[in-house]
């Protein structure tokens, strides 16, 4: 006969599981996306792609849970946006202060290479851990900008275009051979801006003064013992070594650490054995998700907070996915979103999350006037700046009733440029000819077979002049600023979110959650829910609209080609661009 505690003994397994303590677990080898895709094809493509929001809330949300006892993180060398690495640096603050454990591991921070933005990340870490084989790159930070003037002057191509005002600087990727005062000046600020971010991270993460880390940056790459060795790291370890001793720290009594549990806890070696009941790990994602699940919150009668994400270049039309996996700002979407937003009787504020470098002025602008309606109605809306919003990514947001950005967020890029490539000179040494037959003078203006005449220079000038002092104009009566302060910011500058506060355009430093607490407190809402908007099911993506005003108008449209995006990337707008030019990877 079986005993009945032997038969019970798998069930009591699975509860001690389910009731014991959790560590969450956070890998960002595939670094973190902005927003989810709202497409079908998107969603399943995106299944294994962790999300900014899942992650912070997750952690947070582990924070105040008390299953939950620590939090390990794997973070390498490659690239994260500076603005994500200090929303999850908060996360992690608070998660340390509510007195949970926190490791960070890594094979190399860099592999001696670059790796002091993911080091500035794991250093939010109460522990950091490296293989002994590994490097720690903290050397700095760099922003490259590769020159294709000359390159451009062998071909026989030169670029014609303007720019309103010296810091917008994109046709100088195609005019000149290096930097220009203008162009260095506010490269070699936003270094200075970041790196002094750097090191204060560093230096209250590690116990370190700042002066001390300046001399281990202008040192490193640092070999994972020379790391230890300085404080930069606490051990050196690998994942085995590093998961088996957070395990047994947080085993649920003294025997399971010991691997001496009755119920198999651990195993001969005395370390908790993968499956142990005292250490059970979960992705902070799936953490996050399962909860939100288990919750199953309706609707408050009293409303909640709307999240409306607006995430790559700024176009006209539907926000659409592009091949590459990014997507563009449709103005047509958004502007949907913020109608629905406003005409639904359950959203008391709404919360605009903007990661874009910018676009077409026009389509920047509809989603500006939308901005302000929806505030003039009642609605407040705080904007939530990301990794980057200049130029268009700032114009869509001047009209809110606060805008937060990070310390490290890139914006501003108050200014216009319009330029063509010139490809008469290589077309003719490839013996090319184009003719064509333009029923006006300026039918052909922005063809690249020839250069501008006077006249359409003319209009190239105007156009420049109207959109930049229109846009420096709503500058300054959104931000109660006069037009020498607007000056002073603007000419094309690029600003760190700590320089642009200084500067008035933004009015408080912090991430989405600091935007959403402001949101709450200006619709009076007191723990009012965030949720993203709009929530469309399958048949709201395949019904007709019924009208420009109805939900359904704001979801993505399906796959589309980006060679507009691409080009835009390239500093060869199609029109009028407020466009923040390169890529800015910050290194």
């Not at 505690?5 to 080898?29: A, C, N, W, Y």
């Not at 230096?203 to 001399?215: D, I, K, Q, S, Y």
């Not at 088996?244 to 947080?250: E, Q």
């Not at 796959?559 to 009028?576: M, Y």
Request: proline residues 5%.
């Amino acid at each position: 006969m079986v005993h009945p505690v032997k038969l019970l003994g798998p069930f009591s397994r699975i509860q001690k599981r389910r009731s014991g303590p959790l560590i969450l677990e956070l890998d960002l080898t595939d670094g973190l996306a902005e927003e989810a895709p709202s497409d079908p094809v998107g969603q399943v493509l995106a299944r294994r792609h962790q999300q900014l929001r899942d992650v912070v809330e997750g952690i947070r949300r582990g924070a105040h849970d008390p299953r939950v006892t620590a939090l390990v993180a794997k973070i390498d060398g490659r690239p994260l946006g500076f603005a994500k690495v200090q929303e999850v640096r908060d996360a992690v603050a608070s998660f340390r202060a509510a007195g949970k454990d926190t490791v960070a591991w890594a094979e190399s921070f860099g592999e001696f290479g670059p790796g002091t933005v993911s080091y500035y990340l794991a250093c939010a870490f109460a522990e950091i851990a490296v293989v002994p084989t590994g490097a720690v790159g903290l050397t700095g930070l760099s922003v490259g900008t590769t020159f294709f003037g000359g390159a451009a002057e062998r071909l026989g191509v030169r670029f014609e275009g303007g720019a309103r005002h010296e810091y917008k600087n994109a046709p100088d990727q195609f005019t000149e051979r290096g930097y220009t005062e203008p162009h260095r000046e506010i490269t070699e600020r936003l270094v200075a801006s970041l790196g002094e971010q750097v090191v204060e991270g560093v230096a209250e993460g590690r116990g370190l003064t700042a002066e001390r880390v300046r001399e281990l940056v202008d040192r490193a790459p640092l070999l994972a013992e020379e790391a230890r060795q300085a404080g930069l790291v606490d051990r050196l370890a690998y994942r085995d070594e590093v998961y088996a001793d957070l395990r047994g720290r947080h085993a649920p009594d003294a025997a399971a650490a010991d691997g001496g549990s009755a119920d198999g806890g651990g195993d001969r070696t005395g370390r908790p054995r993968e499956d142990s009941a005292g250490a059970r790990l979960l992705y902070v994602g799936r953490y996050h998700h399962r909860a939100l699940v288990a919750e199953r919150v309706p609707v408050r009668p009293g409303g909640y907070v709307a999240l409306i994400t607006a995430t790559g270049m700024i176009t006209s039309g539907r926000s659409r996915r592009s091949a590459m996996g990014g997507t563009t700002i449709g103005a047509d979407t958004v502007a949907a979103s913020l109608r629905a937003a406003r005409r639904d009787r359950n959203v008391r504020a709404v919360v605009l999350r903007v990661d874009s470098r910018g676009g077409s002025p026009v389509a920047s602008d509809v989603i500006r006037r939308e901005v302000a309606l929806t505030r003039e109605a009642g609605t407040p809306v705080v904007a939530s700046l990301g990794d980057i919003a200049g130029s268009g990514g700032y114009y869509i947001v001047m009209d809110a009733d606060a805008i937060v950005a990070r310390p490290g967020t890139l914006t501003g890029s108050i200014g216009v440029y319009i330029g063509k490539p010139v490809l008469s000179g290589l077309m003719e040494r490839l013996g090319i000819n184009k003719e064509s037959v333009d029923s006006g003078a300026h039918a052909a203006m922005l063809d690249p077979d020839r250069g501008f005449s006077e006249s359409e220079w003319e209009r190239v000038d105007a156009a420049l002049d109207s959109t930049y002092a229109d846009f420096t104009g709503k500058v300054a009566r959104a931000r109660g600023l006069s037009g020498e302060q607007v000056d002073a910011v603007a000419r094309g500058r690029v600003l760190t979110g700590r320089d642009a506060r200084e500067g008035g355009l933004v009015d408080d430093l912090g991430g989405l959650p600091a935007a959403v607490r402001l949101a709450r407190a200006k619709a009076d809402l007191p723990g009012g829910r965030l949720r993203s908007f709009p929530v469309t099911g399958p048949w709201d993506r395949l019904k007709p609209a019924e009208s420009s005003e109805d939900r359904a108008t704001a979801p993505q449209s399906a796959l589309a080609p980006d060679v507009q995006e691409l080009a835009a990337r390239a500093g060869l707008p199609a029109a009028v661009s407020l466009t923040v030019p390169g890529d800015w990877e910050v290194r």
